[in-house]
């Protein structure tokens, strides 16, 4: 596997489900991010991870937890969601935390919410 | 606040045609701005980055340019084929948000008839 990974690429879930998605960038990055592309509405940033560390949260709700493990990995848990939050979930890397890096996509899960 | 604006918000010509999408920002001070290509449903991929010192960026039948000052860039696509039909977004990395944080626009959708 080359570049950065997601699995799965389509999920559909109940809104007192719990599932995760799980990222894989095989880049050698150290910093990883989670956007979210809802229908007609810009990319919006989730969270920010820099070296494992979460370096920042974009005001998300508290049942959208991200986890990362170490630089290759990350995780979204998603507990009791809601309709409006089917969307298109993208995880990125970059080679550093730092403005002037290239972000690098993975191919991104599809999610519904029923 | 940085806010990013792509117009027009569709596209469509005929093959052969050359393209312009447009991209402006409201927050001159960036590091760096990128245009992504996203196909319906798929994540994104990368096609140039421009850093903030830089005019231009070209790859192919690609080039793009950046007049910081004005808060402008400007993706021109040579000889349009039916296999540029897609999303195209730009994203800017702004330096009053650390972290190596993007921000999107709502992208033009282009469409190239045979």
């Known amino acids: 596997e080359t570049g950065v990974t997601q699995t799965p690429r389509h999920l559909v879930m109940g809104m007192t489900n719990k599932k995760s998605l799980k990222c894989e960038q095989h880049?050698?990055?150290?910093?990883m991010y989670w956007y979210k592309q809802s229908a007609k509405k810009p990319l919006e940033l989730m969270f920010v991870?820099?070296?494992?560390?979460?370096?920042e949260n974009n005001s998300v709700p508290s049942r959208f937890s991200p986890e990362c493990p170490n630089s290759s990995h990350l995780f979204l848990h998603l507990h009791t969601l809601q309709p409006e939050d089917s969307a298109l979930y993208l995880c990125?890397?970059?080679?550093?935390?730092?403005?002037?890096?290239?972000?690098?996509f993975g191919p991104g899960t599809r999610l519904t919410v029923t | 606040k940085q806010e990013v604006t792509q117009i027009p918000a569709a596209l469509s010509v005929p093959e052969g045609e050359n393209l312009v999408l447009n991209c402006s920002f409201t927050?001159?001070?960036?590091?760096?701005l990128q245009w992504f290509r996203q196909d319906p449903g798929k994540g994104l991929t990368s096609l140039l980055l421009?850093?903030?010192?830089?005019r231009e960026q070209t790859s192919g039948r690609l080039n793009a340019s950046l007049d910081k000052s004005s808060g402008r860039s400007t993706l021109y696509i040579a000889a349009s084929q039916p296999g540029d039909s897609a999303t195209y977004l730009c994203?800017?990395?702004?330096?009053?948000?650390?972290?190596?944080?993007?921000?999107f626009g709502g992208g033009t959708r282009v469409l190239v008839k045979p």
């Open positions: 880049l050698g990055h150290n910093a």
């Open positions: 990125a890397s970059a080679e550093g935390g730092f403005a002037s890096y290239e972000q690098y």
């Open positions: 991870y820099n070296f494992k560390e979460q370096t």
């Open positions: 927050d001159s001070a960036i590091y760096n």
């Open positions: 994203a800017v990395s702004t330096v009053k948000a650390a972290g190596n944080k993007l921000t």
């Open positions: 421009i850093q903030s010192s830089q």
